[in-house]
């Protein structure tokens, strides 16, 4: 599967940005899609996944309430909905696809096998 995220921008802080994670291959609805972010001079940190299914998601504790992510297997897309951008935010942001049609989300980015380029989001308080 290959994947391609988009919708960074630059934004002030309270603003809002909807992430998407394009894929393409056939069999998209057997991956769970996980959402990284790089920071500059940052370790990568997990963000959000969701499911095979789109039944199950995981928010890390940074974004939970202020973010959401979702999934529309029929187009091949997921997204992450993104309110309230504080400047912490500030990352590039990238979407990634691991063969899984479990609930279970995995969040170590070792534990995914496809990467799309990242996209750039910029938060400015």
């Known amino acids: 599967?290959?994947?391609?995220?988009?919708?960074g921008?630059?934004?002030?802080?309270?603003?809002s940005l909807r992430l998407s994670?394009?894929?393409s291959g056939r069999t998209f609805s057997?991956?769970?899609?996980?959402?990284?972010?790089?920071?500059?001079g940052k370790e990568r940190e997990?963000?959000?996944g969701i499911s095979w299914s789109g039944d199950?998601?995981?928010?890390?504790?940074?974004?939970k309430v202020r973010f959401t992510i979702s999934r529309d297997n029929p187009k091949k897309m997921v997204y992450l909905q993104m309110n309230?951008?504080?400047?912490?935010?500030?990352?590039?942001?990238?979407c990634a696809a691991v063969l899984l049609r479990t609930t279970n989300i995995p969040r170590l980015g070792d534990s995914y096998d496809y990467w799309g380029q990242g996209t750039l989001v910029t938060v400015s308080s």
Do not use: H, M
Not at 30 to 40: H, K
């Open 1 to 7: 599967v290959q994947l391609q995220a988009s919708g």
């Open 9 to 15: 921008g630059l934004v002030q802080a309270g603003d």
């Open 21 to 23: 994670c394009a894929a």
């Open 30 to 40: 057997n991956y769970v899609i996980g959402w990284f972010r790089q920071a500059p």
């Open 46 to 48: 997990f963000v959000s």
């Open 56 to 63: 199950a998601d995981y928010l890390a504790d940074s974004v």
């Open 84 to 94: 309230s951008l504080k400047s912490e935010d500030t990352a590039v942001y990238y």
